[in-house]
């Protein structure tokens, strides 16, 4: 996305919502590398599947989705979202710079 970082908000434990620079029409606005998700979802009958031809944005929430679950099943971890175990690099152009001071509690490395 457009901003340094993007994240769920935790309140008590529970997601209820999400800072990220798309979100409109994404029910789960996260990348790849911000979830995991329990086996059971790849063993049953119809096994949990990437939507490789999703539009763009789309295929993480579209891949959540399937699931069945809603947002407020989602665990919270890492310190309720505080911490940072995966960060991804890429080189881009800034696309919005009221969003760089959307996090304080991500600070520089």
Do not use: R
């Given at each position: 996305g457009g901003r340094r970082a993007e994240f769920p908000i935790v309140a008590n434990g529970s997601v209820v919502g999400f800072e990220a620079?798309?979100?409109?029409?994404r029910n789960f606005p996260l990348d790849m590398a911000g979830f995991a998700l329990n086996v059971?979802?790849?063993l049953r009958p119809e096994p949990l599947l990437f939507v490789v031809n999703a539009p763009r944005t789309k295929g993480e929430t579209m891949f959540l989705?399937?699931?069945?679950?809603?947002?407020?099943?989602l665990e919270p971890m890492a310190q309720n979202c505080t911490e940072v175990y995966v960060?991804?690099?890429?080189?881009?152009?800034?696309?919005d710079a009221k969003h760089e001071n959307n996090a304080p509690h991500i600070s520089e490395v």
């Open positions: 620079y798309i979100s409109e029409g059971k979802y790849f989705e399937a699931t069945g679950e809603p947002v407020s099943a960060w991804h690099v890429k080189t881009a152009i800034n696309l």
